[in-house]
């Protein structure tokens, strides 16, 4: 496993902040490793974990690099250069419920030390079986349940103890957050 981050990549981007934060951004489908060309062209820290994946070829099997988290690149910056960063070419938009939200520099720390590693690394889905979460998006903001899969659909299960009885309701996996 590898990851796209350069030690010789300016400490600060263009505009000279002191709020600096790790951001995700959301990219456009297979924009990810351009994207990071792009952020670090214009002076922003990027990090782009990746994954090495065997891939069959009708003549060959070839070891490629994919991106770990697909749709997602991270970087180094300040508020302040938002529009210019939403601007870049392949960009979708900076990851938060309702507003940009910074990435916590120990999980940063966490990506950064798998990649690093020379052990084999996959993607996991995010939300486990049983999970508790609650809707953060959508019309069902606020409401609390389990999270289940059933026939590769994400769903909340809500329970209603004294009548021992639940239902069950489709939800998109970026409509939740689990609950501490």
Not at 125 to 131: N, Q, R, S, V
Not at 133 to 154: A, M, N, S, T
Request: proline share 6%; charged share 25%.
């Amino acid at each position: 496993m590898d990851v796209h981050s350069d030690s010789s990549a300016p400490s600060r981007p263009l505009a000279l902040e002191t709020d600096l934060q790790w951001y995700a951004i959301r990219t456009r489908s297979r924009q990810e490793k351009k994207v990071y060309e792009r952020l670090f062209g214009i002076g922003i820290e990027p990090v782009l974990p990746l994954t090495r994946e065997l891939r069959q070829w009708s003549d060959r099997k070839v070891l490629t690099e994919l991106p770990l988290f697909v749709g997602y690149c991270f970087a180094h910056f300040s508020l302040n250069n938002r529009r210019m960063i939403l601007q870049l070419p392949g960009v979708a938009g900076i990851v938060g419920a309702r507003a940009p939200e910074a990435i916590p520099l120990a999980e940063l720390d966490a990506i950064r030390a798998l990649s690093a590693s020379e052990r084999l690394v996959e993607h996991h889905d995010y939300y486990a079986e049983g999970t508790w979460v609650e809707v953060v998006k959508g019309p069902l903001i606020g409401l609390r349940g389990q999270f289940v899969r059933r026939d590769g659909h994400h769903m909340i299960v809500v329970r209603v103890n004294l009548i021992q009885q639940a239902a069950a309701i489709h939800i998109r996996a970026d409509e939740v957050v689990p609950l501490k």
